[in-house]
């Protein structure tokens, strides 16, 4: 069974910092990674995810993961907050095959201090 | 702008009322999730469907529970009778089996009292 680990629950920054979100996966096979932001009274939009192409992998709004398979982690970075980064962030992981649900970690919240 | 819709976006209900949550799924999207937000579980899954059939349910209170997909275009979520535990975001979201992205609806926010 696949399950992901996020690393705390609330993580504050200055506007300006470097962000780093933890994420540890458990996966018997190959995983497809994701990172979703949700906004406020919103949905979850997809950031970026990984699918076993490049293991440094690049999404929107300027933040990027590194598919680290000897630490089974997937941390999400981006190297300068902005005001508007603070957001609930998931990781999930789903088999290596086709539509599948996915397994979200609990979420970690990100604040952005000015 | 194709988006992945749900009504109603927010519901308050009194224990033992039937609801029912709606979805319609981006247009050529044949996978279908519905996915509950909690404080307490965080996002779990409840149900999906392929091509309208339901692969799996297990997530879902057989009891007071049902999803259904009446068509292509409409997927629904039952809770007959609610109670205060049901309370939380539901979420709908749909993808193709050409990609590898759920496409996430706003949510229903349903509160039982």
């Known amino acids: 069974a696949q399950s992901v680990t996020q690393l705390g629950s609330h993580v504050s920054v200055s506007e300006g910092a470097l962000v780093l979100l933890r994420c540890n996966y458990s996966s018997s096979v190959p995983p497809y990674l994701f990172w979703y932001v949700q906004y406020p009274n919103q949905g979850l939009q997809l950031l970026l995810k990984?699918?076993?192409?490049?293991?440094l992998v690049k999404g929107i709004n300027g933040f990027e993961a590194e598919f680290k398979k000897s630490e089974t982690s997937f941390h999400l970075t981006k190297p300068s907050a902005h005001m508007s980064d603070a957001a609930e962030y998931f990781c999930?992981?789903?088999?290596?095959?086709?539509?599948?649900?996915?397994?979200f970690g609990k979420g970690t919240r990100l604040s952005v201090i000015a | 702008d194709a988006r992945v819709t749900q009504t109603p976006r927010d519901k308050v209900t009194e224990m033992g009322q039937e609801v029912t949550m709606r979805c319609q799924p981006i247009l050529g999207h044949n996978t279908v999730f519905w996915y509950r937000q909690t404080m307490k579980q965080g996002l779990e899954l409840l149900a999906y469907?392929?091509?309208?059939?339901?692969?799996?349910d297990s997530g879902m209170p057989k009891d007071r529970f049902s999803a259904e997909m009446p068509d292509a275009t409409l997927a629904t979520l039952k809770i007959q009778p609610s109670e205060p535990r049901d309370s939380a975001v539901y979420f709908c979201?749909?993808?193709?089996?050409?990609?590898?992205?759920?496409?996430f609806g706003p949510g229903t926010r349903l509160t039982v009292l």
């Open positions: 469907f392929r091509n309208r059939a339901p692969l799996d």
């Open positions: 990984y699918t076993s192409a490049a293991t």
């Open positions: 979201a749909s993808e193709t089996t050409s990609d590898n992205e759920q496409f």
């Open positions: 999930a992981v789903r088999r290596n095959s086709g539509n599948t649900p996915l397994v």
